[in-house]
């Protein structure tokens, strides 16, 4: 339905050339054009997708970085039974359990004890296992 507006602020001979039309059914607009909301809602998911795939691919790289570092680095021990900041170091302390290595002697085991004194080391160490043989792989508290 449509109507006539009359614009009552000019003088009655101009009103004929200043009348409009007035539709009582609003204008529809075009709010937004471009892609339909099914294809801007598939687009938004493919994004999602991706950005899950590249999150778990971070993960699945971080997981084998970690795994890939050695395993001193997490506190684990070294061939000799020893802890990896106890190993580094080159003197045996008291209360440590050390791993007889292949070519280890009583007299190498007490110079790593006792670089000073390793006589007294040596002593100690016999008197510990109660004889002067060491076998490769035994373990041998330190005195």
Request: glycine share 6%; charged share 20%; no cysteine.
């Amino acid at each position: 339905m449509a109507a006539v507006e009359l614009l009552e602020s000019f003088p009655a001979e101009v009103v004929p050339s200043h009348l409009r039309l007035v539709s009582s059914e609003p204008r529809v607009r075009t709010l937004r054009e471009g892609p339909s909301l099914t294809e801007r809602r598939r687009t938004r998911a493919r994004l999602r997708q991706r950005r899950h795939r590249l999150a778990v691919a971070v993960v699945i790289v971080g997981a084998l970085v970690i795994l890939a570092m050695p395993g001193h680095t997490f506190g684990a021990t070294t061939g000799a039974g020893l802890s990896t900041d106890l190993a580094s170091s080159s003197v045996l302390a008291s209360g440590m359990n050390y791993v007889v290595q292949p070519g280890d002697t009583i007299n190498s085991i007490a110079r790593n004890m006792n670089p000073t004194d390793p006589a007294q080391a040596r002593a100690l160490l016999i008197h510990e296992l109660g004889s002067s043989v060491v076998v490769p792989g035994e373990h041998v508290l330190i005195p």
